[in-house]
């Protein structure tokens, strides 16, 4: 009993761990400079430590700001959370996997 209990424990601690140990604080801090860059820290709400990153694959024309060798290509998005009451979102920041660098970005809604 003792052990399942202790199995249970080990596997919630581990399964909550915060955005700085998922590998990706590099390519968040990439997105989070393009976006003061382009002086849209306005449309961002909360920490850019906890924007989510995913994997995504390029479309043609959806994605501003990029080289066409990406289309087709997975790529990481980086999603900031959007302040409310704003007349655009935040734009989600495309980020090449290997580089690190900021690739191109999806207009904000």
Known sequence: MKRTILLLLCLLLT?????EEDGYKEVRKAGWNFIKQNKWENRVSGDWEQAKV????VDKGQAQFMDEQYIGDEVLRVEFEDRANTAAGAP??????????VIGYLPGE
């Open 15 to 19: 399964g909550c761990s915060n955005s």
């Open 54 to 57: 995913e994997a995504y694959t």
């Open 92 to 101: 989600v920041i495309l980020v090449d996997q290997e580089t690190k660098r």
